[in-house]
């Protein structure tokens, strides 16, 4: 009763209104009501996350929608029947999995209308291939695979950065409420559309084919919010759309009967050797490669940080720990006899060219050395 009233209220006052049916500004109350529910929640704290903020006034050049549910609209085979609106055509980007809903028509910054369905659709479980991954998510390369794999990504908005400047330069000087104005901001507007499309389309090809290849996706837990807050970083992390791709992999995984894990930002992912697991100290991030002091194992930054994002999920089997230590053993026994035979020629070469020299003094040598060899053995131990 108090939507009717409110509705047929604001008819009165806005003549305009007539001529809108009356399923999408129902669905435009249900919506606000929607979202101070979801403030005052996160006011209160039963809703968990970023703080919501209150609802406000959307500009009428921003992007827009109308909700249709129930039987207020019709879908045909190349065409849509809305009330009020009549048959409009339609060109199908897919087939309906099932009968729609709702309908929401959406007109974007740039001018362009969607219709967008709401179906039920049934779960493609794929069959298991026993492979898990680790991604880890970076600036330079996109992700990294603990499977050594590096995907970059397209940075459509820095390729397009001085064309977008030149724009906006041009919109700026033109005079305010001239139709030349809203020319070149419908072109801005074409432009941010061409960029967000390209940074989609490379998201959705990216989620889906991990998603078909690998059981147990990894990720770690990135503060996105947090980061972009660093001026000099914040352009090129927007760029990439970290949380973005998270979202559609969790999506696809769910979709596809896949495992999809995400670990905490506190594991020392980037400071621990995946092989021995030994801690060498905090490592800058210009530091892109380098070599275990335990082991002696060379690494890739972003393929260890990879390989333990992964492993905090699945844990090294006890076969492979046991062959891990062997390695080390090995490694440090070989370390160990290159410095024990440089001693050895040191004292050779000395008995050598210094026969004037006291054997006490060459005892006193090779006692030294000893004690140095033993020194390299704790070292390692």
């Known amino acids: 009763d108090l939507t009717k009233q409110f509705i047929t209220q604001a008819k009165r006052e806005v003549v305009w209104l007539n001529e809108v049916a009356s399923t999408p500004l129902q669905q435009s109350l249900k919506d606000l009501d929607q979202a101070y529910k ?12 970023i703080k919501v903020k209150p609802p406000k006034f959307k500009s ?8 249709f549910v129930g039987k207020n609209y019709q879908v045909g085979q190349d065409k849509i029947y809305l009330p009020k609106v009549g048959k409009i055509q339609i060109v199908w980007s897919r087939p309906l999995a099932s009968k729609p809903s709702s309908v929401t028509i959406i007109k974007d910054s740039a001018g362009r209308y ?88 490379f998201l959705h090809k990216l989620s889906t084919d991990l998603a078909r290849k690998y059981d147990v996706i990894v990720l770690e837990d990135l503060n996105v919010s947090g980061m972009v807050k660093n001026r000099k970083l914040a352009k090129a992390i927007s760029d990439l759309g970290w949380r973005q791709f998270r979202d559609l992999t969790e999506a696809k995984c769910e979709k596809y009967g896949r495992e999809f894990k995400v670990i905490s930002r506190w594991e020392p992912t980037s400071q ?41 999920v699945q844990p090294k089997t006890k ?21 024990a035979e440089g001693q050895t020629e040191t004292v050779k070469r000395t008995r050598r060219h210094d026969k004037s020299s006291p054997k006490k003094d060459v005892r006193v040598s090779e006692s030294s050395t000893r004690s140095e060899s033993f020194k390299q053995l704790s070292l390692f131990d």
Not at 319 to 338: D, G, I
């Open 38 to 49: 979801n403030f005052f929640n996160s006011c209160t704290g039963k809703r968990k996350g």
């Open 60 to 67: 009428r050049k921003s992007r827009q929608t109308a909700r």
């Open 114 to 201: 969607f219709a967008s369905f709401v179906v039920e659709t049934c779960a493609e479980h794929l069959p298991k291939l026993g492979k898990s991954i680790g991604i880890d998510l970076g600036i330079s390369t996109f992700a990294t695979l603990s499977n050594g794999d590096k995907i970059n990504a397209p940075k459509p908005l820095k390729n397009n950065l001085k064309k977008l400047a030149k724009f906006q330069r041009k919109f700026a000087r033109a005079e305010s409420g001239s139709k030349r104005r809203e020319k070149r901001r419908l072109k801005i507007g074409k432009l941010h559309a061409k960029i967000k499309d390209i940074r989609t389309d």
């Open 272 to 312: 621990k050797c995946s092989f021995c697991g030994f801690k060498g100290g905090k490592k800058e991030l210009n530091v892109r490669e380098w070599t275990c002091l335990n082991c002696g194992t060379f690494h890739d930054r972003d393929v260890n940080a990879a390989v333990n994002i992964l492993e905090v």
């Open 319 to 339: 076969v492979e720990t046991a062959k891990t230590k062997v390695a080390e053993t090995s490694v440090q026994l070989s370390l160990f006899n290159e410095v």
